[in-house]
């Protein structure tokens, strides 16, 4: 990153710079998932605050998909206590994120051959919105298979409500940003049925509204009351056997 104040510059255009010199260096192809890899250290991870809820010493916690670069890196600082573990399957990230030291991560093509199939672990996180829905019952059921017999697993999943009814109309689109193979939080609630899977809480995550509509959601927001969550872009749901 150099010595560049990021207080004076655009953080996100400086990771955006470094990232296409780092894609051009070493041949990388382009895609959505190395781009999240190497832009991770912007965010915390999702799952940060769940962890400090953990009691056991030494639990293994694994991650599926999402935050495997300096947000895992980060969550294995604050909790050494832990051990971590993650899978990615796209082979750019798992170049780099293979050699991470504190964590194990592994690549994998078939994720019901994967890596860490026999180990049992305390905490699960997937990240359900950088998965096909037509994938999903696939996941779910090896990681259930994953899990402790007293272990939890979050998974993060879209709010429906929020892709098909006002946030794509005050952007000015005329369709809806509904996906048919996108997971939504109904195949959520439909798949814990199937798998005789339990909910112990729900975690809601807000959008980071633009400034040119803020005021309108905020006003809408007034009319229609807090609880009704018109701004909750992501539901994350713990659950346990």
């Not at 048919?180 to 109904?186: L, T």
């Not at 339990?198 to 009319?223: G, H, R």
Request: proline share 2%; hydrophobic share 40%; net charge negative.
């Amino acid at each position: 990153m150099g010595a560049v104040s990021f207080q004076k510059v655009d953080y996100s255009g400086i990771l955006k710079k470094n990232y296409d010199k780092l894609a051009g260096k070493y041949n990388f192809q382009e895609d959505n998932g190395f781009y999240c890899f190497t832009h991770s250290e912007t965010n915390l991870a999702f799952y940060l605050n769940q962890i400090k809820e953990i009691k056991e010493d030494n639990a293994k916690i694994l991650v599926v998909k999402s935050d495997l670069g300096a947000a895992i890196l980060h969550a294995a600082y604050l909790y050494p206590q832990f051990e971590f573990y993650g899978l990615n399957n796209t082979v750019s990230c798992a170049t780099i994120s293979t050699h991470l030291e504190g964590v194990h991560i592994e690549h994998y093509f078939d994720l019901e051959n994967n890596p860490f199939k026999s180990i049992k672990f305390d905490f699960i996180v997937l990240d359900s919105t950088v998965i096909q829905k037509d994938e999903f019952e696939k996941y779910m059921t090896v990681l259930k298979d994953m899990m402790n017999d007293d272990g939890k697993m979050l998974i993060r999943a879209k709010n429906q409500s929020f892709y098909m009814n006002w946030y794509p109309i005050l952007k000015g689109e005329t369709d809806s940003e509904f996906n048919q193979n996108v997971v939504y939080c109904k195949n959520v609630n439909d798949m814990l049925s199937k798998l005789d899977l339990n909910v112990k809480t729900w975690i809601f995550y807000y959008v980071d509204l633009p400034s040119e509509i803020k005021e309108e959601i905020e006003a809408i927001q007034k009319v229609v009351g807090v609880q009704n969550h018109i701004t909750v872009e992501n539901v994350g749901y713990i659950i346990y056997k």
